[in-house]
């Protein structure tokens, strides 16, 4: 069965760039999503997020009427699912870091009152394990009347799998073409039928599981890496206890034919490395025992950046005997959870920022080059700045994400000021 119109459900960092790249292909694509905002944007051929390439894309694809958005689901011969899934909000001990489904479900069964038989559903949503399952179950709910490859297997009257995405932020036009995709459907005929749809643009190998592996797959990705960042922020606490320059040891190390070792941070932050080892250990807490200590480590560096923030105003008010706190000023360089972006996402440079804005008395200047507006949380006593207002005025400078306009650092002359670099960009 060909695929006439595509359906995708969520239009974010994700879902409009997996819409674009179809619709570049001359298919019929309908982008839903709940922020009416989001909507009337896509339908001017214009984007609400900052992605490079991907303003030409939706400009021609809206201008040529391959793509549409709209608020509710409309009927498709396939359905991707790219909506949210953060942590769920509870009051016990251990809700912290438990998935949030509720977004998933509601788009699972905002689509099950268009779909039909012959229709394909296709979970990008990063997930749990068990996640595609349950939108199967969610789907038999719903529709009844139609058969789900839960029960029947590959006669089922609609294909279901899991297929996530795989891109790095800044660079997702590109890599959603390039990348392999894994794919794992319930049935062999769900993979089948998946990896005939994304090898509409897909250049990459799509690689053919089950839907559990292929859900493991992301996870164990980031969780990956999120250990070896642990393995960097880590040995950062311990040069600092020792005196030593993190930045050169690194260095230093990675000179062995053998050995690769990242390059520590303030934290980790974004909606993959921060969020997706959380979802193995609360299936496997038992199990999970590195992953959760590598979270630990990752989830506990902005504290120690704040400490190093306190400790230089300390510094800073004892040299200046005839300052105040309410007369100092602290710049912080860098509010995206990664450079060269504007995704705010459980970012640590904007943690870190927020949590000197609670108890620091005196001006806050930020520079972030990819936003024109600070969040809601940053609006007290913050001004949003210009680098070289920010280092012409600033008492203490935190550099906080590796943002190319930054560079320049590296030319300018800091004596005056008290510097605390968490990205090794000019230490």
Excluded at 171 to 191: A, M, T
Excluded at 280 to 301: C, F, H, M, W, Y
Excluded at 312 to 322: D, I
Excluded at 353 to 382: A, C, H, K, M, Y
Aim: hydrophobic content about 45%.
């Amino acid at each position: 069965m060909s695929f006439e119109t595509i359906s995708v459900i969520g239009l974010g960092y994700i879902g409009l760039p997996t819409a674009a790249m179809f619709a570049s292909r001359k298919v019929n694509v309908i982008g839903v999503d709940v922020n009416p905002h989001a909507v009337d944007t896509i339908n001017r051929g214009e984007i609400h997020i900052v992605e490079p390439e991907l303003d030409m894309l939706v400009h021609a694809s809206v201008n040529q009427g391959y793509l549409k958005a709209a608020l509710v689901p409309e009927p498709a011969d396939a359905f991707l699912i790219a909506v949210p899934t953060p942590f769920a909000v509870g009051h016990g001990s251990g809700d912290h870091h438990q998935p949030d489904l509720s977004y998933i479900e509601s788009a699972t069964r905002a689509i099950a009152k268009v779909i039909k038989k012959g229709d394909l559903v296709i979970l990008e949503s990063t997930s749990p394990v068990g996640a595609t399952e349950l939108v199967a179950q969610w789907l038999f709910e719903e529709r009844p009347d139609l058969t789900f490859p839960q029960s029947v297997g590959s006669a089922a009257d609609v294909n279901i799998a899991h297929c996530p995405e795989r891109v790095l932020p800044g660079h997702v036009v590109r890599e959603l073409v390039e990348n392999d995709r894994v794919i794992g459907g319930i049935s062999s005929r769900c993979s089948e039928r998946a990896s005939q749809l994304y090898k509409i643009f897909v250049q990459g190998e799509c690689i053919i599981t089950n839907a559990r592996t292929a859900e493991m797959a992301k996870l164990t990705e980031n969780a990956s890496r999120d250990v070896s960042i642990a393995f960097a922020n880590e040995l950062s606490l311990i040069c600092d206890r020792l005196d030593i320059n993190v930045w050169e040891l690194i260095a230093l190390a990675n000179r062995h034919p053998r050995v690769n070792i990242l390059q520590p941070g303030p934290g980790v932050g974004g909606h993959c490395i921060a969020v997706d080892p959380w979802f193995i250990v609360a299936k496997t807490p038992e199990q999970a025992r590195l992953i959760s200590t590598a979270r630990e480590i990752n989830d506990g560096k902005p504290k120690w950046v704040i400490e190093k923030v306190k400790l230089a105003l300390a510094e800073h008010l004892v040299s200046q005997a005839n300052k105040t706190s309410q007369e100092t000023k602290i710049a912080c360089l860098g509010l995206a959870f990664k450079p060269d972006i504007d995704d705010l996402r459980e970012s640590p440079a904007l943690g870190i920022t927020q949590d000197i804005r609670q108890w620091f008395e005196g001006e806050l200047l930020v520079v972030e080059p990819n936003i024109s507006q600070l969040p809601n949380s940053l609006t007290d006593n913050v001004s949003l700045v210009s680098l070289e207002q920010a280092i012409s005025e600033a008492d203490i400078v935190v550099v906080l994400v590796n943002h190319k306009e930054f560079g320049e650092l590296k030319n300018v002359n800091l004596d005056e000021v008290l510097c605390i670099d968490t990205i090794g960009l000019i230490s």
